[in-house]
């Protein structure tokens, strides 16, 4: 179990705090995985704007904070973000997919971070016509789709 909970709740109320957003935060553990949930109204669009950049920017923050003394990472999810994103990321990496079939041409993807390219790679992995491959650095990596030939 992660023993700084409230320290990090009150870490993430403090930025919320300091970029004008009434929300509401609560912890769960799902799966293994330590989940603090924002939820807030209109003012809280800012941390989804560009595919969640300043959510997760902010969960870097806490885990580099918070995650080095504890072994499990601190995931941030605000109004059922994760949930959609995946599904959109899933709907994306099969259609590109088609697309690659089609073509037979590599497909790369726009650049995203490790937890959405991993969405990407287990959505094709049963695909035996194409395979998925991560390439570039820091923030320009991204998933590239394949033939598989």
């Known amino acids: 179990m992660f023993e700084r ?3 990090a709740i009150a870490f993430v109320d403090k930025i919320m705090h300091h970029l004008g957003i009434k929300a509401s935060l609560s912890w769960k ?7 603090l949930d924002i939820r807030g109204e209109d003012e809280i669009d800012i941390l989804l704007a560009n595919g969640g950049k300043v959510l997760y920017s902010i969960e870097y923050l806490v885990n580099l904070v918070f995650g080095e003394r504890d072994e499990s990472r ?3 999810d605000c109004n059922d973000f994760r949930a959609l994103r995946s599904y959109e990321l899933e709907l994306l990496a099969k259609k590109a997919a088609e697309k690659v079939k089609l ?3 590599p497909f790369p993807l726009q650049p995203m971070p490790a937890s959405e390219r991993r969405i990407v790679h287990l959505a094709l992995v049963e695909d035996t016509q194409v395979k998925t491959e991560s390439q570039g650095f820091g923030d320009n990596r991204r998933v590239i789709i394949m033939p598989a030939k």
């Open 5 to 7: 909970k409230e320290e």
């Open 29 to 35: 553990e799902k799966d293994g995985q330590q989940i």
């Open 74 to 76: 601190i995931v941030l």
């Open 103 to 105: 073509s037979q041409r």
